[in-house]
């Protein structure tokens, strides 16, 4: 049986998957009404598939709770913050999730951590855990790190079809787990050390931020003297070997903005590059900033209230606004504008930030400038109602001549 520990966004459908593929599953989480929700058949965040998995693999027992229980594995998916000053990951999650096993498991139990954990944690801080509450790490507790990859919007097919990587100090251990993964994942699953496994999962996503920096720059090399960027990357990707991201407002979400600062946080002598490109992501705010300024100098609009910001989730097509460039964007604008700019985004449901209107229509009749940010489907689809507006597009998706572009 796997007692699958946090229920959110990589826990939750990585437990309906193993129900759905005839394991028994319990799935653990602290929220009660969460637990409530799930056992109801309800989800708290929009996945393509994963309403219909829910539905499924209730049918098939799965269980949720806040307890946790007695189980041969445990999974632990709960968040892993950084502590902003320091940039070091904040384990208190992870901690607190393993006592709370261990005050339940049975000896020859094994804990597998999917949350992504800075290079060393389960050396230098998990196995002092259970050392100290009288276990025997590698007799008593076996400890496994499998990193999750999959990504929001494509969570079900990725879970599937992505390739995976098992951090086992036992071979044989990781060959078990290997195996229980393998009942629904059917991409390649290697089997390496634990550290190997930890870096690797920090580097994939490090890569991607310093890729994205390389983009966001070039954007603001070719703003300086009018090249246009997009066509720029397009042809210069036509390259057999190079592969450049997009530019876009800013880096969002909870694993690219922040796995690269536990590299930094714990080899600040080493980590000039790493850093900078976070550096770059983190600048783009205020380069939206300075270009919404460009557009308003330029048609005589000093009213703030006739801005409007399309978008305040950390992509498209998901409806998650963790660390979103539009939120670093408001938070930048607090310092320099006055206040009152209007927000608002099909997928956010609930009013999180100030003049945020829930009615896409009477959004657009209050603005002049329009601010888009991300790139839904709902805005490629209703394009054409932004014809009279001023439009500054963060995302290249828009083909009207007199779009602004970064
Ligand atoms: N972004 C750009 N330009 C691009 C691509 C993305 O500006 O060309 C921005 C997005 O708009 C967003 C941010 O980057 O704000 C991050 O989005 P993303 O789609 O790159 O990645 P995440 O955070 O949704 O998921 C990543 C994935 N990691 C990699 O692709 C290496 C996913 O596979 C991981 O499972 C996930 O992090 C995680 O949980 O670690």
């Not at 994963?50 to 998916?77: R, W």
Request: glycine letters at 6%; hydrophobic letters at 40%; one cysteine or more.
């Amino acid at each position: 049986m796997i007692n699958v520990i946090g229920l959110g966004y990589i826990g939750l459908p990585t437990a309906l998957m193993f129900a759905e593929n005839g394991i028994e599953v319990v799935g653990t989480d602290y929220n009660e009404s969460l637990v409530n929700l799930l056992k109801r058949g309800e989800l708290t965040f929009e996945e393509e598939g994963l309403n219909d998995l829910l539905a499924s693999a209730l049918l098939k027992g799965i269980e949720f709770t806040n307890e946790y229980v007695k189980a041969n594995t445990y999974i632990v998916a709960v968040p892993t913050p950084y502590v902003k000053e320091s940039k070091k990951i904040d384990l208190k999650y992870v901690i607190s999730a393993i006592n709370s096993i261990l005050d339940v498991c049975e000896k020859g139990s094994t804990i597998v951590i999917e949350s992504t954990i800075s290079p060393g944690t389960i050396d230098k801080f998990i196995k002092n855990e259970i050392t100290n509450k009288g276990f025997n790490v590698g007799v008593d507790i076996h400890l496994v790190h499998a990193p999750e990859r999959i990504i929001p919007g494509k969570m079900i097919y990725e879970l599937e079809n992505n390739s995976r990587t098992i951090g086992a100090e036992d071979k044989e251990i990781g060959e078990k787990v290997k195996e229980l993964y393998s009942q629904f994942c059917n991409s390649e699953i290697i089997v390496t050390d634990i550290r190997t496994a930890e870096m690797s999962k920090v580097v994939e996503n490090t890569y991607r931020d310093i890729n994205i920096a390389f983009a966001n720059e070039l954007a603001k090399i070719c703003r300086t003297d009018n090249m246009d960027v997009y066509e720029i990357i397009e042809t210069a990707n036509k390259h057999p070997r190079v592969n450049i991201l997009q530019p876009g407002p800013g880096v969002g979400g909870h694993c690219i903005s922040v796995d690269p600062w536990f590299l930094v946080g714990d080899y600040p002598d080493l980590t000039n590059l790493i850093l900078s490109a976070r550096k770059i992501n983190d600048s783009m705010p205020s380069h939206v900033l300075g270009r919404m300024r460009d557009i308003m100098r330029e048609h005589g609009i000093k009213d703030i209230t006739k801005i409007g910001l399309y978008g305040l989730t950390y992509k498209e097509d998901v409806d998650d606004i963790r660390e979103s460039p539009t939120l670093q964007l408001l938070e930048k604008m607090d310092e320099h504008l006055a206040y009152g700019v209007k927000v608002f985004d099909p997928f956010v449901k609930e009013r999180v930030v100030e003049h945020q209107f829930m009615n896409f229509e009477d959004f657009l009749n209050e603005i002049e400038i329009i601010v888009i940010l991300v790139s839904h489907t709902h805005i490629k689809q209703n394009m054409d109602l932004l014809k009279t507006k001023h439009i500054l597009d963060t995302k290249n998706i828009c083909s009207f001549e007199s779009a602004y572009k970064l």
